[in-house]
């Protein structure tokens, strides 16, 4: 069953802006992953926050987690047109990492 | 993808056939992930195996079978028993054998069609 839910679905932004995503869970967890995935290509691993942890920056990405809402967001400053993929969400719980279904992020340049 | 090569990048398979998809890794990592994504579905977990001679099934096994008699190597075999073996298949790795749900590695995936 799919833990991590990611909103919006599709996003579509100009380059510069800033690109915003939501993922909502249902059950406790140990820590939550945002991966990003370029078309046809493995997954690559963004940024890890622990359930102990309400936000967190690297580079130009900044997550936050609210354990008492059961959500997260990860924030892409300044986008870039490299910055188009999909960026997935991943619950570490019960020794298992659970991804959701994807956010697919377009930057226009 | 450095450090986790996944053969072939392309597999097309009759029905009727088993096939087997190649995961090697040079990072010295204890555990080993197989994962299928479709489209709209995201990565669904086949197997794992967080150390040599050792693995479990996933959320979605069934038609599958794996083997790890090497750290480096696990590879899968999608049997004929798997009812809709089309999709891209991912192998991911991670440090901390018992501790599965730290940071992944993934290879650059093999996508299976079925002709």
């Known amino acids: 069953s799919q833990q991590g839910e990611e909103d919006p679905q599709a996003l579509s932004i100009q380059e510069g802006e800033n690109a915003t995503m939501n993922c909502s869970y249902k059950?406790?967890?140990?820590?939550l992953q945002w991966y990003r995935q370029n078309s046809g290509r493995g997954l690559v691993h963004l940024i890890l926050?622990?359930?102990?942890?309400r936000e967190k920056h690297s580079g130009r990405l900044r997550v936050t987690l609210d354990t008492s809402k059961k959500s997260s967001s990860l924030l892409i400053t300044a986008s870039r047109a490299a910055d188009t993929a999909s960026y997935f969400c991943?619950?570490?719980?019960?020794?298992?990492?659970?991804f959701g279904k994807g956010i697919t992020l377009s930057v226009r340049p | 993808d450095g450090g986790i090569t996944q053969s072939p990048k392309y597999l097309f398979r009759k029905e009727g056939q088993n096939v087997t998809l190649s995961c090697e890794q040079n990072?010295?990592?204890?555990?080993m992930y197989w994962y299928r994504q479709d489209p709209g579905q995201g990565l669904r977990l086949i197997y794992y195996?967080?150390?040599?001679?050792?693995?479990q099934k996933g959320d979605i096994a069934e038609g599958y079978s794996v083997s790890r008699e090497k750290k480096e190597s696990f590879p899968l075999t999608v049997t004929s028993a798997q009812k809709n073996p089309t999709a891209f298949y991912l192998c991911?790795?991670?440090?901390?054998?018992?501790?599965?749900?730290?940071?992944?590695?993934f290879g650059p995936g093999t996508r299976l069609t079925v002709l």
């Open positions: 059950t406790s967890i140990n820590n």
């Open positions: 990072l010295n990592h204890d555990a």
């Open positions: 195996s967080q150390i040599v001679n050792d693995f």
């Open positions: 991911a790795t991670a440090t901390d054998r018992g501790r599965w749900y730290n940071e992944q590695f």
């Open positions: 926050i622990r359930s102990n942890e």
């Open positions: 991943a619950t570490g719980a019960n020794s298992k990492l659970t």
